[in-house]
């Protein structure tokens, strides 16, 4: 039965496609790409020719009707992003909520993300956590900040190095200087690199070595009022806070 599915694609390195998203790809009728020259350029990798339509932020919402209409129709779609997992800080979530409201089978493979290794990587426990994406650059950033200013669990941000700095900067002002952070680059890359510290000591290294390259920001969680205190038996996660 023709479906959508949802086939996460490399964030670097072009090895960490898995079997069965090549298989997919290879038996899709039409792929959906974020931007088809970037997905082009995997597809010739893998050795797959395609028909191809893009699929974005500027023209997801024109089109989620008719890509469910062409899945009822009989056609079976596969999603592809730029890099990693679509619909994680990219197009996908209108396109999913339309199949599902539909009746249409959705299916998401398991697969490449550049959040997952770097809260792993991180060493901050990752039994419960929280994803914020991209900040506002501006309008609502304060107080989507304010909001987490509390938040105990550790905390995963997608950020840019051109705003690296500033952001580890506020970061020490609304979490404080002394809190630790772990700075993700160029994760599966050759010059894929984690600087971890406190957002005192992070920011200061950032702004005297210019960062470059995708990056994505963890912080560790404000530290439990009483810890351990009033709890029978904390998990391995909870006893090292
Ligand atoms: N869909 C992707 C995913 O599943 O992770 C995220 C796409 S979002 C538009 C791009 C952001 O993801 C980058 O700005 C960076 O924050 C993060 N990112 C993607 N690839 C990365 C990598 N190789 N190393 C570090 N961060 C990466």
Do not use: W
């Not at 893009?54 to 009822?72: D, G, L, M, R, Y």
């Not at 999603?79 to 299916?107: K, N, W």
């Not at 792993?120 to 609502?140: A, I, W």
């Not at 994760?187 to 005192?200: A, D, M, Q, S, Y």
């Amino acid at each position: 039965m023709a479906k959508l599915y949802l086939v996460p694609t490399p964030i670097g390195n072009l090895d960490d496609i898995t079997l069965r998203a090549v298989r997919v790809l290879s038996e899709a009728d039409t792929i959906l790409a974020e931007d088809t020259r970037t997905t082009q350029v995997l597809l010739r990798h893998l050795g797959i020719e395609k028909k191809m339509r893009s699929h974005h932020k500027f023209n997801e919402h024109a089109t989620v009707e008719a890509v469910a209409a062409s899945i009822e129709a009989g056609e079976t779609v596969a999603l592809v992003s730029d890099a990693g997992t679509p619909g994680i800080s990219d197009p996908g979530f209108l396109l999913v909520r339309t199949c599902i409201g539909r009746g249409i089978d959705v299916e998401t493979l398991p697969g490449a993300t550049a959040f997952v290794p770097a809260l792993v990587d991180s060493g901050f426990p990752c039994d419960r956590f929280c994803f914020e994406g991209f900040l506002p650059p501006k309008k609502g950033r304060t107080k989507r900040l304010d909001r987490l200013r509390d938040e105990e669990r550790t905390m995963i941000f997608y950020e840019s190095p051109y705003r690296l700095v500033r952001t580890l900067t506020q970061f020490a002002e609304v979490f404080g200087p002394d809190r630790p952070v772990s700075v993700a680059r160029e994760l599966t890359k050759r010059f894929e690199e984690n600087v971890r510290g406190t957002l005192g000591e992070v920011a200061r290294h950032f702004a005297a070595h210019e960062p470059k390259g995708e990056i994505v920001v963890v912080v560790g969680g404000k530290p439990a009022r009483g810890k351990g205190a009033d709890t029978a038996e904390p998990d391995d996660e909870e006893r090292l806070r």
